[in-house]
């Protein structure tokens, strides 16, 4: 029996989904690309699922594209369209976006969309061993899947075209130091650590978690006054939720709260 290749797996709130290519390198082709956005789909839309930790199995997260299938599809000018019960795991084209948080745990070899999946997300912890590379200037393109923007915005304008141009590696120490991840362990513990945080994510409130960084998105895609000018607009509707409730009580009476997400 084929093994899948990509792994979903329900961890109570947390959905895991993991690269399950490993003799590739994890190299992602159509069909993975298209898993991977059925599984972004699957944690958008069912309401006890309120975080995702995506991550590769093997020795490396993914060595990025496996371009021979991926140029004709670059080649007619955009990314391949999804169906309805899936989203764009870049956030850059297709208009549909994972609504909830994404962690990501990452271990030796991250090139090209391994980056630019890991900015499109929210947390990123890297085990002492990564690769990094965005190295599409080497192979004649150059990154369309958010990295000329999120690297610019997370790294600064020195940082992200340092490797922007040069192709050039980089490795966990560096990944920290210009921001692309938050956390370096050693390697083996990168899964665990992500899984300890995206459980802590799903702990909190979720319809909060998801106004959370809805603003945060709107502040860093459009500017920080539409930003601010949701704020209590989107607030309003949460104040008479029974999660702002179980938040307050659980104040007045010491405890760790109960979210429901309703």
Known sequence: MTEPKVLIEKKGHVLSIGFNRPAKYNAMDLETYHLLAGAYGQLDTDPELRCGLVYGVGDHFTAGLDLPQWTPAFSGGSWPGLKDHERDPF???????????????????????????????????????????????KRGIYACGGATLRMVQEFGWGNAQRYLLTGDEFNSAEALRIGLVQEVVPLGKQYERALELATRIA????????ASLKNSRIAQQQHEQAAIDRMMKDLAPLMGSEDVKEGVKSFVERREAKFTGK
Request: charged letters at 20%; a positive charge; aromatic letters at 8%.
């Open 203 to 210: 702990k909190q409130a979720p319809l909060a978690v998801y």
């Open 91 to 137: 956030g850059v084209g297709n208009g549909k976006r994972v609504s909830k948080p994404v962690v990501f745990a990452a271990q030796g070899i991250c090139f090209t969309v391994a980056i630019e999946l890991m900015l499109a997300g929210d947390v990123r912890i890297a085990a002492d061993n990564c690769r990094f590379g965005q190295i599409e200037v």
